[in-house]
């Protein structure tokens, strides 16, 4: 559990003392090893403010990964854990550039600090009401108000919710269990024109959701699902794929483009999507794309002569039938000291079987184990080569 924060804290950490000693904690390093030092030299210089004083700029050193201008920022624990990094916030910002726009759990303020960037009206409101004093340090510019998210309080606005999927640190994945439940969001704001960013894990089919279904990557790792209402949605869109760098650029991939590839002998590299394309369930799209073909039409893994930009690429060396003991001879004769393995539709984990492998050679190479039709395959490789999806637009 976090530091709970009170409103006495926050009017001492906006005040010119707080401030100050922000800046005197800030000097220190806070490490494991000098926490103890640290504290005590804290606590001699400012008393009982110490937890406080500490407690903010553990935050923002962590939050610095996320959100872009958090040097000034007052967080809490669970904020930081559920924000949405600056890079991503800013791409959703931009594509609702113009319009007049109510964050109904705005937090700490992470959308509305790339919201009032764009032309519109931005407001933002939470139940919260040390989340709400925060958010209007953090954001001045922005209108935030305490509000309960299930109470329209506005109108003619773009309604922009971030249900809570974390409490005390554990994260929930059940989307009657977020705060706000996410079927009660979607009656309160029916017919509304309505942005709800969930966890990339949620089964939209089974919610049977009418609009557009974005799911967001950064850097490789998948970071959530974004529904748009059919308002918002771009038709004939359904589902999306967004993929961004660090430095937000990258590019998207939907169910408007082409798919029209077919399942086929292995080419010289195998691919593995980026994250958001393989949930999105957009594969066959962008293999389509990059003039790529499957394995098998079941299996996520596509192969081809090149490497797109932005993807992991195996160059292929061997191609075995499975099983352990004809691929401990395979990767001994490549001499093979260490390896990754990766496992697409065949019941083999990797932490397992590694060990069993018994590699005492030199280089590093890639296994890939899948199936292709009915038969369990091993694609022996060289070392995964990462694409720089920057230029992959």
């Known amino acids: 559990m976090g530091y709970a924060f009170s409103g006495a804290d926050i009017d001492y950490l906006r005040s010119d003392v707080g401030v100050a000693a922000l800046r005197e904690t800030e000097r220190l390093p806070l490490t494991k090893a000098s926490m103890l030092t640290d504290v005590a030299l804290v606590r001699g210089r400012h008393g009982d403010r110490v937890g406080v004083l500490i407690e903010t700029t553990t935050l923002r050193r962590r939050a ?10 007052l967080l809490t624990d669970d904020a930081v854990q559920q924000a949405t990094p600056s890079v991503v916030a800013r791409r959703r910002a931009q594509r609702l550039a113009g319009r007049d726009v109510h964050d109904v759990t705005c937090s700490i303020g992470t959308e509305l600090a790339a919201l ?7 407001l933002g409101s939470d139940l919260d009401p040390i989340r709400v004093l925060m958010a209007q340090h953090n954001v001045p510019a922005a209108g935030v108000f305490r509000a309960d998210a299930l109470t329209p309080t506005t109108r003619g606005t773009v309604v922009l919710a971030d249900p809570g999927r974390r409490a005390g640190g ?3 994945h059940d989307p009657e269990a977020l705060e706000p439940p996410l079927s009660a969001l979607l009656d309160v704001y029916a017919g509304r024109d309505l942005v709800v ?4 894990g949620l089964d939209y ?4 959701w ?3 279904v974005e799911v967001v990557s950064v850097s490789g790792g998948v970071r959530e699902a974004c529904l748009w209402s059919p308002g918002l949605a771009r038709p004939p869109v359904r589902r999306r794929a967004t993929v961004l760098a660090a430095d937000g650029s990258g590019y998207d991939i939907t169910d408007a483009d082409p798919d029209d590839i077919e399942a086929a002998a292995p080419g010289a590299w195998l691919i593995d999507p980026d994250g958001a394309v393989v949930r999105a369930g957009l594969v066959r799209h962008y293999a389509a794309k990059h003039g790529l073909w499957q394995l098998d039409p079941r299996i996520a893994y596509l192969t ?9 690429g195996f160059r292929v060396l061997d191609r075995i039938k499975y099983s352990e003991k004809v691929l401990r001879q395979a990767l001994t004769a490549l001499d093979c000291g260490s390896v990754e393995i990766l496992v697409r539709g065949v019941d083999v984990d990797p932490a397992v079987l590694r060990p069993r492998l018994k590699l005492r050679g030199n280089l590093a190479l890639s296994v890939i184990i899948t199936r292709i039709e009915r038969s369990a395959v091993a694609f022996v490789c060289a070392a995964r080569e990462p694409g720089d999806f920057r230029t992959n637009r």
């Open 64 to 73: 610095r990964a996320k959100i872009s201008d958090a040097e000034g920022w």
């Open 116 to 122: 009032v960037a764009t032309p519109g009206a931005v």
């Open 170 to 172: 554990r994260r929930t």
């Open 197 to 200: 960013k969930c966890a990339p």
């Open 205 to 208: 089919d089974r919610l049977g």
């Open 210 to 212: 009418d609009g557009e």
């Open 304 to 312: 081809g002569d090149s490497v797109p930009a932005g993807v992991n």
